[in-house]
């Protein structure tokens, strides 16, 4: 009987392509106390087994694969960081050394690291990394490395030299984390691989402070387990790892993310909508959210903008991009898109916990002052109070009142400061100075024909900026300008790479978020990577502008180090300019609803102690690990 | 060569000419969608912090060639059919270098077991109803139940299947209405994992039951119908041979006929999968694969499961062709 039962089960398994997955050990198993449960956002794996992370192989990258086994010269984190700073020298036991033009890179590593296999790091695996890219096109840093690397090699164990074919003052940026970086690949598996680029690197050998221990083979969750010798990885200098094991999943829509945290069965949230952030705060205990208060999200790095086609007429010209700024009620947009939970920014860089205190408070006093010229009247658009105007608005909700700071600094901080203030008479002046004519309660174009606007969103897989997009449309149509929202499902695929769009809901900045330095995306900005109208634009100008002043500015960027405090002036310089221009009109930052369960672990990032971005699929988040506490005693 | 002979190489060639044709439309169709595997590729790599300019058009050109995408049309069309030619369907272009095959596989179970399992249900429930109420054609309850099954003939599946998950998912929350198996699940064999699977075939596989039994009722209703007025069944009615064994043997066996060959035509559809249903229950079958596959423009995959589909269908087609002059005595080959 036992035969045939085994027979039995063996067979529907069989059928259900499921035999491979009788070995693997599910998670559930592993002691809850021991274990850290953190959502996936990729979702469910359609590569499972791939782990070859230097392929784009439809593998997952933030299954605790990129935050947990892979490790790089260097880490930015977009919070503060640990130790001080949010520049951390991780397989670098150094900052970069140029030479003076910059042409040379000389790295010195961190002696006594080892990989999960016993075999220790050495300069011989950078070299690797880098030659191994360089020979096989395809890879994803190949391309990168080929360009601007001549040659590289090990002087001895822990020193590399890296020969670029020109200068290139930001050259370590390929191999410092933002959320991914040029990770370093084992030479002596990968040396013993026939083609690097069909090797699915099963089995991962690990850099990082875990391994991989075990996975669903239908891409659903990944388990992975502290290294016995964790002490000889870079995470070791700031502590040990408090999880044994850490599981990435995918919890599935938001209302099972939502119900699985209230039921402690997922203890990070990566990201949720505003409702199911409202309903958390509304019915968990034990949520811990980045602000305690609305509007609770982490402010990404990145700045969602109403982005122009400025090589489309009429957005070529300044003074109608700044009319349709000037017809933008904010209060309104931020209430229809986060229902209030957003921090805004009138500034070109996105609100950070670091860019406020580098930009956006010190030129506050700039933007009370500066003015345009409407060729009517000089008028000082900016509104320093938004930001406190949103916070009393949030404030008459029974609901949220006790969540609103009512300190300014804290206000600030999470609603931000100000924004341009509705005026449409000085957007119909302005337009008038454009050419533009008003008929019939219509606006004409220079040319009579009627003034119309496409604005692209991304439609359901982007809600909260399809709300907004949606919102502004409306807002302009009621200035009398034909303007319709539409959604394109791949927004940036098929709008905003070919061009084919006027004016759309993205974001084409996107900054280090704990450092100074905007060359992360300024230097593609520079004029000569601007595609010819018809052509595919390169990341990240998606609004195709060119300015010799800009272009001056990028130059002189180039020309500095990093950490040169030049370049903050020359980034305020850039943020002036963008303000007079407005080649983008800046809404808000990213903010991402990530939430955090303190029934089985506690000392989670916030803005109170914010050593680190709580969104789990960046590789910062590897920080946490040695940040958490057990809430429970074992 | 015999006339039957003949008969089968003529089938032969239809089936040929039929695969053929529709992967060509097939290769063209997807060849002309707006997405672009590569530029998906590209957005994936740029996301990982890659912005320079030259290094990305340098990426797009080495991707090209990778991918198998350089050359006209005409050419990736040929090259295309001699891979084919060998077996070989390619590497996925969203899971570069995965072959295509390695991934349908890991999919198809699911579908297979799914559909396989549904369709069969629906056969013998949508027979059985069809037989018994074209026999007792007074019987109320009969008349009841049938007029249940054609009400919802013409119920789109997936509306069906929504309507489902907002009854068992949400206002009596006692079905799982996502994924092949509870994700937690303990893998290991046991009958709490098979049963976990069967419960979560449960929804999807009922939103195909219910409204494809009703076509199934219909056809035998009224085959049975034409029978019963047949010398031979009111012979045997005349001579007292029991109800049951009359509607077994002498009915139903001669009706189920023409039903098998619909069945066979249905069983080599499986392999279309079905699509929204997977979509809307999470199931991970080959339904769900094709949509991420359109979306990724992944033209290989996208034309792998084509292939499968248009070969299956084929397939079963012409199977059933050629064994029809062997089994029904009344089609004969001239």
């Known amino acids: 009987m036992q035969k045939w039962k085994r027979f039995a089960f063996g067979f529907v398994l069989a059928t259900l392509g499921l035999t491979g997955l009788a070995t693997a050990e599910d998670y559930t198993s592993l002691p809850r106390k021991e274990t850290l449960i953190v959502e996936n956002p990729e979702g469910t794996i359609k590569n499972p087994g791939w782990f070859n992370i230097w392929v784009n192989g439809g593998g997952g990258v933030s299954t605790g694969l990129q935050q947990l086994t892979m490790d790089t010269l260097w880490y930015i984190d977009p919070e503060q960081g640990l130790g001080g700073a949010a520049w951390d020298n991780s397989l670098a036991a150094d900052k970069p050394q140029y030479n003076a033009d910059f042409t040379e890179m000389t790295v010195k590593l961190r002696k006594g690291l080892y990989w999960s296999d016993g075999v220790e790091f050495t300069a011989d695996d950078v070299v690797y990394t880098v030659k191994t890219q360089m020979d096989h096109p395809g890879m994803v840093w190949s391309a990168a490395f080929s360009v601007q690397v001549a040659s590289v090699e090990a002087t001895d164990p822990q020193t590399v030299v890296f020969k670029l074919k020109k200068p290139n003052s930001r050259f370590h940026a390929i191999f410092t984390v933002r959320w991914n970086g040029a990770w370093i690949m084992p030479k002596h598996v990968f040396e013993k691989v026939e083609d690097p680029l069909r090797y699915d690197f099963a089995n991962p050998v690990s850099l990082g402070a875990y391994k991989l221990k075990a996975y669903d083979p239908q891409g659903k969750w990944y388990t992975w387990e502290k290294r016995d010798d964790w002490q000889r990885t870079s995470l070791a200098r700031f502590g040990e790892p408090a999880p044994k094991y850490v599981t990435y999943t995918d919890p599935g829509p938001p209302d099972k993310r939502t119900i699985a945290q209230l039921e402690h069965n997922l203890d990070i949230i990566h990201d949720n909508t505003p409702e199911g952030m409202f309903t958390l705060k509304e019915k968990s205990k034990t949520i811990e959210t980045w602000f305690p208060g609305f509007p609770f999200a982490h402010p990404d790095p990145t700045l969602p903008a109403v982005i122009f086609n400025t090589q489309e007429a009429p957005f070529d010209n300044a003074d109608v991009r700044w009319a349709l700024a000037l017809l933008i009620d904010i209060k309104a947009v931020d209430m229809a898109s986060y229902r209030g939970a957003a921090t805004l920014s009138a500034l070109g860089v996105p609100p950070t916990a670091a860019t406020m205190k580098d930009y956006q408070a010190p030129m506050q006093d700039w933007l009370k002052d500066f003015e345009i010229d409407t060729g009517k009247s000089k008028i000082k658009p900016y509104d320093p109070t938004v930001g406190q105007q949103i916070a009393d608005i949030l404030r008459k909700q029974p609901k949220f009142k006790d969540q609103i700071p009512t300190d300014p600094e804290a206000i600030s901080g999470a609603f931000g400061y100000g924004w341009w203030k509705p005026n449409p008479k000085a957007a119909g002046e302005l337009l008038e100075k454009a050419g533009f004519k008003k008929s019939g309660g219509k606006w004409l174009t220079p040319d009579g024909q009627p003034f119309k606007i496409r604005m692209t969103v991304e439609g359901d897989t982007r809600s909260v900026f399809t709300r907004a997009g949606t919102l502004i449309a409306q807002q302009w149509a009621s200035f009398g300008i034909d303007a319709k929202a539409v959604p394109a499902a791949k927004l940036w695929q098929t709008a905003l790479q070919p061009g084919d769009f006027q004016v759309a809901i993205a974001w084409s900045v996107e900054t280090w978020g704990g450092d100074p330095d905007l060359s992360f995306f300024l230097d593609s900005w520079h004029s000569q990577f601007v595609a010819k109208k018809g052509e595919v634009q390169p990341p990240r100008n998606w609004q195709r502008w060119s300015n010799p002043e800009l272009d001056k500015i990028i130059e002189s960027i180039r020309g500095i180090s990093a950490d040169d405090p030049k370049g903050m002036e020359l980034g305020k310089d850039y943020l002036k300019l963008v303000a007079r221009e407005m080649p983008t009109i800046p809404l808000m930052s990213y903010n991402v609803f990530t939430s955090m369960d303190t029934t089985y672990w506690t000392g989670y990032p916030t803005i109170k102690d914010p050593y680190t971005d709580p969104v789990p699929n960046w590789a910062n988040s590897r920080l946490m690990m040695v940040k958490l506490k057990p809430a429970q005693s074992q | ?334």
Do not use: C
């Open chain 2, 1 to 334: 060569m015999t006339p039957y002979l003949i008969f089968v190489l003529k089938r032969f060639g239809q089936f040929l000419l039929v695969v053929f044709l529709g992967v060509t439309i097939t290769f063209f169709v997807t060849h002309l969608t707006p997405i672009d595997p590569v530029e998906e590729s590209i957005g994936a790599i740029t996301q990982m912090g890659q912005s320079d300019p030259n290094a990305i058009e340098l990426m797009r050109q080495s991707l090209r060639e990778l991918y198998g995408m350089q050359g006209s049309i005409w050419q990736q069309y040929l090259h295309f059919w001699l891979r084919l030619a060998t077996g070989d369907l390619g590497p996925s272009l969203s899971a570069f270098p995965t072959p295509v095959s390695t991934i349908i596989l890991r999919s198809l179970p699911w579908t297979i077991g799914l559909m396989t399992v549904s369709t069969l249900i629906t056969f013998v429930l949508g027979n059985a109803i069809g037989a018994l109420a074209g026999y007792y054609r007074k019987d109320m309850v009969l008349k009841a139940v049938s007029l249940v099954f054609i009400a919802m003939l013409p119920i789109p599946y997936y509306i069906l299947a929504f309507v489902l998950l907002i009854v068992f998912g949400f206002i009596w929350p006692v079905l799982p209405i996502n994924g092949g198996y509870e994700m937690n699940a303990n893998l290991d064999l046991s009958f709490a994992l098979v049963l976990d699977i069967l419960k979560h075939s449960i929804l999807p596989a009922l939103s195909l039951i219910l409204v494809g039994a009703g076509s199934w009722l219909i056809g035998m209703r009224a085959l049975v119908s034409n029978i019963i007025t047949d010398d031979y069944v009111v012979f045997a009615e005349l001579g007292g041979v029991p109800k049951g064994k009359i509607l077994r043997s002498y009915i139903a066996r001669n009706a189920m006929v023409p039903q098998f060959t619909g069945l066979a035509m249905s069983l080599g559809a499986i392999f279309n999968g079905t699509v929204i249903t997977e979509i809307v229950f999470g199931y991970p079958g080959i339904g769900n694969l094709l949509i991420e596959a359109v979306h990724a423009g992944d033209y290989s995959l996208v034309l792998g499961l084509s292939a499968l589909s248009i070969v299956g269908v084929a397939a079963a087609v012409f199977i059933i062709d050629v064994l029809s002059p062997l089994i029904d005595p009344r089609i004969k080959v001239e």
